[in-house]
């Protein structure tokens, strides 16, 4: 091999690349690469992380107007049941007070009977205490009696037994005379009153 010849490898050796060189040039390309996609990378990560953000939003007010229409309902019913829980002790003792008023009612004809003046009939001061007691017992229960006589005929309080020529035109239409007296309990109404009305 000549001088000529070996110059020319020595020449060649230079020129071409190393395996650092190669490395070098390699990391660079994956580098130019990264950048060059970089971005579009980003974009698409931060359109993903707004989707998601968006999604879990949703879920979330839709969990609070659950929640919130679960606690209403739960608060209405509460108000409910104690409601009707008062109603019910108010008028627990319906039924008991219903059977007694026969007994009021008898109390009251006796009563009647003993102050007309062309009735020997007398209603005695035991009689008069017992029917006192009684009475103020079934008030404190919340027992009232209703005002019919005089007062305009209503078919949501009254019961009409009979109609008959009223004494004079205002009273057309009046309660004239009450049959059986009605009664409230706790201002519901517990007996209607019969009645008899003018026409």
Do not use: C
């Amino acid at each position: 091999m000549d001088s000529w010849d070996m110059e020319e490898k020595d020449l060649q050796a230079q020129t071409e690349n190393t395996p650092e060189d190669q490395m070098n040039s390699e990391e660079l390309e994956s580098a130019v690469k990264d950048q060059g996609s970089g971005p579009e990378d980003s974009t698409e990560t931060g359109n993903q992380t707004e989707e998601e953000m968006k999604k879990l939003k949703k879920e979330h007010q839709e969990l609070k107007d659950k929640y919130l229409r679960l606690y209403a309902e739960f608060d209405n019913f509460k108000k409910r049941t104690i409601k009707e829980k008062l109603d019910l002790m108010k008028t627990a003792s319906s039924d008991t007070i219903q059977a007694l008023l026969p007994v009021l009612d008898d109390f009251d004809r006796a009563k009647k009977n003993a102050d007309d003046e062309n009735t020997e009939e007398s209603f005695s001061e035991g009689v008069s205490l017992v029917y006192q007691k009684l009475y103020a017992a079934l008030q404190a229960k919340g027992l009232k009696p209703m005002e019919t006589n005089d007062q305009p005929f209503d078919p949501e309080l009254h019961e009409a037994v009979t109609e008959i020529p009223a004494p004079h035109d205002d009273m057309k239409g009046k309660i004239i005379d009450t049959i059986e007296r009605g009664y409230f309990l706790n201002d519901k109404i517990i007996r209607h009153a019969k009645v008899v009305v003018g026409k």
